[in-house]
């Protein structure tokens, strides 16, 4: 296997699992989290109409591959206690071309950021506590559009 065909997540670091489950909602793969989230995962602020655990997170990257495409999540900061505790702010850009929570598409081009707080332990996520912004917002290049500054509400 040469570097280039090397994949990225090798390793069960609390800061490379975090990081991972970003990959995850930007590729879509629902099936992926089972590698990095705990079964029984406790999520402090699952989406509306999802329990707690890796069904409400699976729900979470589903919508969010079925509502955007070009998703893509950067790390902003991130940081990590010496019990497990890693902290991550973010940033997602996309464009809204399918449903998200009962808003139909726009075609706009979204950017908004939010803050996890997990909890890894032996490799995968056990504990999730979430910020998201309120609303995704247009990006920079849609406020020279006619119709910018209306955000799409989630």
């Known amino acids: 296997m040469g570097n280039n065909d090397k994949p990225f997540f090798e390793g069960t670091e609390p800061q490379a699992v975090a990081v991972r489950v970003y ?3 930007d ?3 629902v099936g992926g989290l089972d590698e990095i989230v705990a079964p029984d995962m406790v999520d402090h602020n699952p989406v509306p109409g999802a329990g707690s655990g ?3 997170l699976r729900l979470l990257v589903a919508a969010v591959r079925d ?3 070009g998703t893509r999540h950067e790390v ?3 940081g990590e206690t010496g ?3 890693v902290v991550c702010h973010w940033r997602m850009t996309a464009v809204h071309t399918g449903d998200w929570f009962g808003t139909p598409a726009t075609g706009r081009r979204v950017s908004f950021t939010g803050t ?3 909890r890894v332990a032996d490799g995968k996520i056990v504990e999730l506590s979430s910020r998201r912004g309120a609303a995704p917002a247009p990006s920079p290049a849609d406020e020279r559009r006619p ?3 209306q955000s799409m509400t989630t």
């Open 23 to 25: 990959q995850l909602f």
């Open 27 to 29: 590729t879509g793969d």
């Open 54 to 56: 890796i069904d409400g």
């Open 67 to 69: 509502g955007f495409t």
């Open 76 to 78: 902003i900061q991130q």
């Open 83 to 85: 019990d497990g505790w």
């Open 116 to 118: 996890d707080l997990m």
């Open 147 to 149: 119709g910018a500054g």
